[in-house]
């Protein structure tokens, strides 16, 4: 399964439109890219997947570039129970329900 | 939805301890993830028609069972304490979205 890199924590202000990147360089062809939120004492919830270019959703924005190596999570319009963990997860799309999730990055949104 | 019980679960060094899914309705897989304290997710196995379909780096003493009611179960033998950690069930349809529940939370002592 290919890892991933994402940034610890991130700081945003409500109304600010937070995007959080993730590495990926040994991904494989048939890999597909998908997030995952999650807040405490919950399980992670789906939020977008893709494989290239871009998708866009009522709740987010995913845009991957030409080579695949990287991917940028966009959320519009922050509010403070956006405040969660973010994870990037990286896996053939047969395989979906065993991709690894890493550790993710939290997200803090103050007022 | 998926939901799981208990919510919280304290026992001690060696003993035995059940965790109970039930899948949302029509789901035919369910997954078992061990997310420790401050880290992601990790997957411990999944079953597919209640058969093991796929494991991960957890010993033998972390088993599973997938009944046909659309319930499954997660048991852990010979607890240590590093079995402590939120214990999470996702069901899915084959490899469509999965659906996480809420999580069972278990101490060991």
């Known amino acids: 399964l290919a890892k991933t890199t994402q940034p610890i924590s991130m700081d945003s202000y409500e109304g600010q439109e937070v995007n959080i990147t993730c590495s990926h360089n040994?991904?494989?062809?048939?890999?597909?890219i998908t997030w995952y939120q999650q807040f405490p004492s919950q399980g992670p919830r789906f939020i977008i997947q893709g494989y290239k270019t871009k998708v866009t959703n009522e709740v987010a924005s995913l845009f991957i570039p030409a080579d695949r190596k990287s991917s940028t999570l966009s959320l519009p319009r922050v509010s403070l129970s956006d405040t969660a963990v973010y994870y990037c997860?990286?896996?053939?799309?047969?395989?979906?329900?065993?991709?690894?999730f890493g550790s993710g990055t939290k997200l803090n949104v103050k007022p | 939805g998926v939901t799981q019980s208990p919510t919280h679960l304290i026992k001690t060094r060696g003993q035995q301890v059940t965790l109970r899914c039930s899948s949302q309705?029509?789901?035919?897989?369910v997954s078992w993830y061990q997310q420790a304290l401050g880290q992601g997710p990790q997957f411990i196995f999944q079953y597919y028609r209640e058969e093991e379909n796929g494991r991960g780096n957890f010993p033998p003493r972390f088993s599973g069972l997938q009944f046909p009611n659309d319930s499954s179960e997660l048991n852990v033998n010979a607890l240590e304490l590093d079995d402590s950690a939120l214990y999470l069930c996702a069901s899915s349809l084959g490899t469509d979205e999965q659906f996480f529940g809420p999580g069972t939370r278990l101490t060991v002592l």
């Open positions: 997860l990286v896996g053939p799309e047969y395989n979906f329900n065993k991709f690894y």
């Open positions: 309705s029509g789901h035919n897989t």
């Open positions: 040994n991904i494989a062809t048939n890999d597909y």
